[in-house]
């Protein structure tokens, strides 16, 4: 069946990108046009993003925010590859520096508006368009407004009675909690103003109203599908995730191998491929150069890439980091985030000889940590998918992960006796774990060759493809449509 799908969205590679659901954004629409349907992709139209590269779609649109009044706001159009991506302009809102953020690292405290304005706004365009989607696939608390106006507001509406609605949970940290006020944004009856749907302990919870009102929830694996359901991972949420798991799937994200490569990577020192692994050495060299660590094949060098914050484990890492750094290997980081971290990690590379640290975001020293480490350090405290470790997979660098979320479903742990695995994996949420595991993996770097040259092998030749994940992206649309009829 092919299928008319509105796919919203806070970020999408390259236009505007905080986290992985930005790379989601970018290929998961690509390879659903890939096997014919009809996607428009809409997104909040930034600062950053320069208008003049963009072409005017429609303006004098309009959507009513309630006590707030209407809203008029103009769309713009990009065409990609099999797709249109539509932007929402509304300078008020998204005239700003950062997305979601002040300098200070702050909610801006107008996140209720900004975002319940854009979920109406995407429907609103869709309906000018005459584009009647399907499928609504929402994704985040930043679209969750979405699954609710549809099957309140909108449920008897000619132009949207015949739509499903998705909702994807790409981290459920993140829930859109606001004041009770923000309700009346949203333009529907107030009796959905109840702890079973969208109130959540007075406040307005529009992430726990997606879940409640979208046809199918999906996470993006898993075994993240399954933790939600769990007071350890449901932030507060798992008893109402629990009441809806009816209807959950988990669906694993898969990686642009376009832009993640090492036989074409255009920002690394050397192509290299399984064939061919000099190349790989000569990446090494090149990031110890840059980064200012002393030049060293002897020793593995571990590299980290990833938000500062504290789902990425940074406070494990804080806490082992002094036992780590006397262990026969290099450290590179490269985050940005909490502001005690990036002090902390820059302090680091100044006092330790074998720690180096670049704190801000830079896409090409991602890539090159990616070829240049030997293995890679994930020590998640929870992890939804997690991109990272399958990107190190493909570039033989070995991941050392905690196992959860898509971090226990994408990686093998290593078996010393049949040298089977790709990474080095732990469990318990604690420093001694995590010092633990990096011993074992830089023992097993350094003494047992045999078997690191299997991992790498194995790593690099798994894939994630985006095709299988689109597929079952599919099914669970025209499962959506038949439940809804
Ligand atoms: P999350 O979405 O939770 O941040 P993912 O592993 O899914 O985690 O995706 C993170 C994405 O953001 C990856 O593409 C990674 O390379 C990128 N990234 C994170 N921090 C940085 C940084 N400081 N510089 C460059 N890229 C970064
Ligand atoms: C979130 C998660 C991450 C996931 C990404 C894309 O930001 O933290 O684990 O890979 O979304 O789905």
Redesign the pocket.
């Known amino acids: 069946m092919k299928l008319n799908i509105l796919f919203c969205a806070s970020e999408m590679t390259p236009f505007a990108k905080t986290?992985?659901?930005a790379?989601?954004v970018a290929a998961l629409p690509k390879h659903l046009a890939k096997l014919g349907h009809t996607l428009k992709v809409v997104l909040p139209r930034y600062y950053q993003i320069d208008k003049a590269t963009l072409k005017l779609s429609l303006s004098g649109l309009s959507v009513d925010m309630g006590p707030l009044g209407p809203h008029h706001f103009a769309a713009f159009k990009k065409d990609l590859e099999g797709f249109e991506v539509y932007f929402i302009d509304y300078e008020l809102y998204f005239g700003r520096k950062n997305l979601y953020t002040d300098e200070n690292g702050f909610g801006y405290p107008d996140n209720d508006r900004r975002f319940i304005f854009f979920s109406k706004a995407a429907m609103e365009l869709a309906r000018a368009l005459n584009f009647r989607p399907d499928i609504l696939h929402a994704n985040d608390w930043h679209t969750a407004a979405q699954p609710i106006l549809l099957n309140t507001a909108l449920r008897h509406d000619p132009f949207w009675s015949q739509t499903a609605s998705i909702f994807t949970i790409?981290?459920l940290e993140h829930q859109g909690v606001f004041n009770p006020r923000a309700f009346e944004y949203l333009g529907i009856d107030r009796s959905h103003f109840n702890p079973f749907e969208m109130e959540a302990l007075g406040a307005l919870n529009l992430l726990k109203g997606a879940v409640y009102h979208a046809d199918k929830i999906t996470t993006?694996s898993k075994r993240y599908a399954k933790e939600i359901q769990t007071p350890e991972f449901g932030f507060g949420l798992h008893e109402h995730i629990k009441a809806h798991s009816y209807k959950l799937i988990g669906i694993l994200?898969g990686v642009d191998y376009e832009e993640w490569n090492p036989k074409t990577d255009p920002y690394i020192a050397q192509n290299y491929d399984l064939e061919d692994l000099s190349g790989k050495r000569v990446c090494t060299t090149d990031l110890q150069k840059k980064m200012g660590l002393p030049k060293r094949s002897d020793i593995p060098l571990i590299g980290f890439v990833g938000r500062f914050a504290r789902?990425k484990g940074i406070e494990l890492i804080a806490q082992g980091i002094h036992e780590m750094v006397h262990l026969p290997l290099q450290f590179v980081f490269l985050g940005s985030g909490e502001k005690w971290a990036e002090k902390f990690f820059s302090d680091l590379a100044k006092k330790y000889e074998n720690i180096a640290a670049y704190i801000g975001y830079s896409n090409p020293l991602a890539h090159q940590i990616e070829a240049g480490s030997d293995l890679f350090l994930m020590p998640s405290i929870f992890?939804?998918?997690?991109?990272n470790q399958i990107y190190s997979l493909r570039y033989g660098t070995l991941p050392i992960v905690r196992a959860v979320?898509?971090l226990d479903d994408t990686i093998e742990n290593y078996d010393p006796q049949s040298k089977s695995g790709d990474g080095f994996k732990f469990y318990d949420a604690t420093k001694d774990a995590l010092v633990g595991t990096v011993r074992w993996a830089v023992d097993t770097w350094l003494h047992d060759k045999e078997g690191i040259k299997k991992m790498i092998h194995y790593a690099m030749t798994r894939r994630f493809d985006w095709d299988r994940s689109a597929k079952e992206y599919t099914k669970v649309y025209c499962d959506a449509l038949e439940s809804k009829i």
């Open positions: 986290g992985g659901l790379d989601v790409h981290n993006v994200n789902q992890e939804p998918c997690g991109l979320g898509g």
